[in-house]
């Protein structure tokens, strides 16, 4: 499991009865998630003092209660700068998780030894975009909502990379990688974080299940001659992280070469506990080297 254990600004400080209890910061959130389902004594002392808590509805979605929590704040993870917020749906902005990711990242490109071109799909605020800029690559990160670039345009200015080169586009992710395709533009290296459902700009239904192959097959079409390396993140439970194997080796490493290492993430537990938090597939062009 690749576990995002290094940061300080954020903790998850215990897990029962399909919830966590985490610290933001100075702040303490209750959310729920899926993966626990274990019915352990909640010991914790800020289960009972917690700044806000987000509780499911039966008839769909949910609503923050007890909230105590300014409108946004920050949070640090090494030189990075999030802005977080509380959100429908649960989340805040940022997925802590992520950084297991970001810190490989940010390894490949420094360790590159020259210039390097990021394509960050389905870019959300930006955490991956931030990384790979920091390390320093030129980046184009990709998302259809117009409020999420934003987001993140405020993390890069929070970050010090407001003159950092970034293209902020918003735009349907496929239409967007088949411009690119057609004025020939190629990148060194591919992030993709698609959601397991959503739908397009003209309502068709997007289902990961039934359109990832296709998608990767497309975005595979814009990778450089060189290229460093392709990550996908999936959330989706139903798949194991060997699907996204399976995929990045049958599109990618057939052309390439290479090799392809997929695994879940994980977030520490104060308890010792790994909580599991989705999949991720790495593709490197670089030869696998012995542990």
Not at 28 to 44: C, S, Y
Not at 116 to 127: D, E, P, R
Not at 145 to 150: D, E, H, L, N, R
Request: net charge positive; proline share 6%; with cysteine.
């Amino acid at each position: 499991m690749w576990i995002a254990k290094h940061w300080k600004d954020y903790e998850v400080l215990d897990t029962s009865d399909g919830e966590k209890l985490e610290r933001w910061g100075k702040y303490f959130l209750v959310r729920p998630d899926p993966q626990i389902i274990w019915n352990t004594p909640k010991k914790h002392p800020k289960w009972r003092s917690f700044d806000a808590r987000y509780a499911r509805s039966s008839t769909g979605g949910g609503q923050w209660s007890q909230h105590r929590l300014p409108e946004r704040w920050q949070i640090r993870y090494n030189e990075l700068t999030f802005n977080v917020k509380p959100m429908n749906f649960k989340h805040t902005g940022v997925f802590p998780e992520q950084a297991a990711n970001w810190d490989f990242i940010a390894e490949q490109i420094r360790n590159a030894g020259r210039p390097v071109s990021v394509l960050n799909l389905f870019a959300y605020t930006g955490g991956a975009t931030l990384a790979a800029a920091k390390a320093g690559a030129s980046v184009c990160h990709v998302d259809a909502a117009k409020g999420m670039v934003a987001w993140a345009r405020e993390n890069a200015a929070a970050s010090g990379l407001s003159e950092a080169p970034i293209r902020w586009i918003i735009d349907d992710c496929a239409k967007f990688v088949e411009r690119e395709i057609k004025r020939g533009r190629r990148y060194d290296a591919i992030i993709m974080d698609p959601p397991s459902y959503g739908r397009g700009p003209s309502g068709e239904i997007w289902k990961l299940e039934k359109d990832l192959f296709p998608f990767l097959q497309l975005v595979a079409g814009v990778l450089s001659d060189d290229p460093l390396f392709f990550i996908i993140n999936s959330y989706t439970t139903g798949l194991a992280p060997s699907v996204l194997t399976c995929l990045l080796d049958s599109i990618v490493t057939p052309r390439y070469g290479g090799h392809t290492e997929s695994d879940e993430l994980g977030l520490p537990v104060s308890s010792g506990l790994i909580l599991p938090c989705g999949a991720a597939g790495r593709w490197v062009r670089s030869e696998r080297t012995e542990k």
